[in-house]
Nanobody, 121 residues
C-alpha cells in the first residue's frame, strides 16, 4: 500500500523558515518523481515544486522560486521541501504527491494527507 506521510508544518512568523518532510512507503521510491502541491484556505490546489526520480531535475512555481528548495533522499525514501523567507501567502496545507513514473511529466497518482503551514505574526 502506497503511503505518503508529511510532517514539519506549523506556525512560523513572516520571514521565517520551515522544512517539510514526506516519508514514503509501499513502492520503489527511486522509480518515481515526486511533487509538493498546496492549498490555501478557501482556494484551489496550487502546484509548488517537483523533483525527478534521481533529483537531477527540479522545478518550482514562480511564486516560490528562489525561496523554496525541493530535495530527496532515496536511501531513506524521503522528499523534503525547505521553505525560506516565508510570506503570509504561503499559508496552506502542503501535500506530498507521487507521480506515476520517473519523470515529473508523468501524472500524479497518490497524495498524502497534508501538513498545515501557517505564516503569521
Amino acid at each position: 500500500e502506497v503511503q505518503l506521510v508529511e510532517s514539519g508544518g506549523g506556525l512560523v512568523q513572516p520571514g521565517g523558515s520551515l522544512r517539510l518532510s514526506c516519508a514514503a512507503s509501499g513502492f520503489t521510491f527511486d522509480d518515481y518523481a515526486m511533487s509538493w502541491v498546496r492549498q490555501a484556505p478557501g482556494k484551489g490546489l496550487e502546484w509548488v515544486s517537483s523533483i525527478s526520480w534521481n533529483g537531477d531535475r527540479t522545478y518550482y512555481a514562480d511564486s516560490v522560486k528562489g525561496r523554496f528548495t525541493i530535495s530527496r533522499d532515496n536511501a531513506k525514501n524521503i522528499v523534503f521541501l525547505q521553505m525560506n523567507s516565508l510570506k503570509s501567502e504561503d499559508t496552506a496545507v502542503y501535500y506530498c504527491v507521487k507521480h506515476d513514473g520517473l519523470s515529473t511529466q508523468n501524472g500524479m497518482d497518490y497524495w498524502g494527507k497534508g501538513t498545515l503551514v501557517t505564516v503569521s505574526a
